[in-house]
C-alpha cells in the first residue's frame, strides 16, 4: 500500500531532492511539499499525510513548533525530522511535542526508505516514540 509524505523544508534544493528521492519509490508519494511550519500545519490539516518530513531550523515557526501543533490537531500521523542540526536541547524537545523520529541529513538518504518502512510498521500506540537506534541498524 502507498503511503503519503507531506515535505516541510525551508530549502527548495533539498524539497526537489526529496520529491526525486520518493517518486523513485513504489511505496511513498509525495503529498505536497511546503516550506516553513505556519505552511506544514495548513497543508497536514489539507492533505492528512501519513507521514511529515520536517527539518528542524525554519523561518517563521519551527520543525518542533510545527510539529506540537500538527500533533494535537493530526495524533495518528507519523512525524520525522530529518535536519542538519544535532541541538541537543531541540532533540529532547522532539520527544515531548511528538516527534517519532529524528534523523540527519548528513547520514544521507541511503537508508531513508529503509527507517521509514520500519517507522510505519510498527505498532503505533497513542504514546509510541521511536528509538532511532531500532530503525538505523
Do not use: H, Y
Not at 22 to 48: H, P, R, Y
Not at 49 to 55: A, F, R, T, V
Not at 78 to 96: A, E, K, P
Amino acid at each position: 500500500m502507498t503511503k503519503s509524505v507531506l515535505i516541510v523544508d525551508d530549502n527548495e534544493a533539498v524539497r526537489c531532492a526529496l520529491r526525486v528521492f520518493f517518486a523513485g519509490s513504489e511505496e511513498w508519494i509525495v503529498a505536497g511539499e511546503v516550506a516553513d511550519g505556519t505552511q506544514a500545519i495548513q497543508k497536514a490539516i489539507e492533505l492528512k499525510p501519513d507521514l511529515i518530513l520536517l527539518d528542524f531550523r525554519m523561518p517563521g515557526l519551527n520543525g518542533v513548533e510545527a510539529a506540537s501543533k500538527i500533533r494535537t490537531l493530526l495524533p495518528a500521523v507519523w512525524i520525522v525530522v530529518f535536519t542538519l542540526f544535532n541541538d541537543s536541547l531541540g532533540l529532547r524537545l522532539s520527544s515531548v511535542v511528538g516527534i517519532d523520529l529524528v534523523i540527519s541529513k548528513s547520514d544521507g538518504t541511503d537508508g531513508l526508505i529503509r527507517v521509514l518502512r520500519r517507522l510505519v510498521a510498527a505498532p503505533r500506540p497513542s504514546s509510541f516514540r521511536a528509538d532511532p537506534a531500532d530503525f538505523l541498524t
